[in-house]
């Protein structure tokens, strides 16, 4: 057990790699890969390339680690190598680049040969992700409540307050996002960000708007939040 949080492949004396350490160091880390993986699945869209580098992260981390074996030159050069991989790659949510860097420190672990802290490290990121997961924690619990109506009026009804009072009536909150001409420039578009009030019959509000607009057509969907980015 005392040795079980120290370098397997080097000394004090010598930072030379053994093959035995080498196959037990990239093992390792495939298995940290892995559970990663398995891990980041939970309650995540995902697709198979990302699950599959995940897998794979901390082995290809863990022997670079490996080959540059203290040198200034090769560690330089490996940087500038990761810094076009990561200036080509293609923008990905908070949650992919948080895998990405703990797949990465799970390889750094292991290419310094330190497998114990590799192991505690991966096991202690994975609790809490599954627990923060569970929790819902950060969740936005206003957010579903967010929606979009698109409502289509004649040319000649005045669109600046023509829905407010429905809106004080139904909506915490409104704003008028984007008008837009239709139909020859007979009729006007209007795209609207509203979130409703608790307990509120949607179908009514829509028929209020209905009666409003002369019966024009009406839509209403979620409103897209790209909250993930960073």
């Given at each position: ?150 409502i289509t009026i004649p ?29 020859m420039g007979s009729m ?8 409703l009030k608790n307990n ?31």
């Open positions: 057990m005392a040795d079980l949080f120290n370098s397997v492949i080097s000394t004090e004396s010598t930072t030379t790699i053994t093959v035995w350490g080498f196959v037990l160091c990239v093992l390792a880390a495939l298995v940290f890969g892995i559970i990663i993986a398995i891990v980041f699945q939970y309650k995540n869209v995902f697709t198979k390339s990302f699950i599959m580098s995940i897998a794979i992260l901390p082995a290809v981390v863990c022997v670079v680690i490996m080959m540059v074996n203290g040198s200034i030159g090769a560690g330089i050069a490996v940087a500038g190598a990761f810094s076009l991989i990561r200036f080509r790659s293609v923008p990905g949510t908070a949650k992919e680049i948080s895998a990405i860097f703990i797949a990465m420190a799970a390889g750094l672990a292991c290419g310094m040969g330190y497998i114990g802290y590799g192991l505690l490290f991966t096991v202690i990121i994975s609790i809490v992700v599954l627990i923060l997961e569970k929790t819902n924690f950060g969740v936005n619990k206003s957010s579903n409540k967010n929606q979009i109506f698109r040319e000649d009804l005045d669109y600046i307050n023509v829905f407010d009072d429905l809106f004080i009536k139904y909506a915490n909150k409104s704003e008028l996002q984007k008008v837009k001409t239709t139909n006007y578009k209007l795209t609207y960000s509203v979130e509120v019959n949607e179908k009514e509000f829509i028929d209020e708007l209905r009666t409003r607009n002369g019966n024009l057509e009406i839509s209403s969907s979620i409103e897209a939040m790209n909250t993930d980015n960073l």
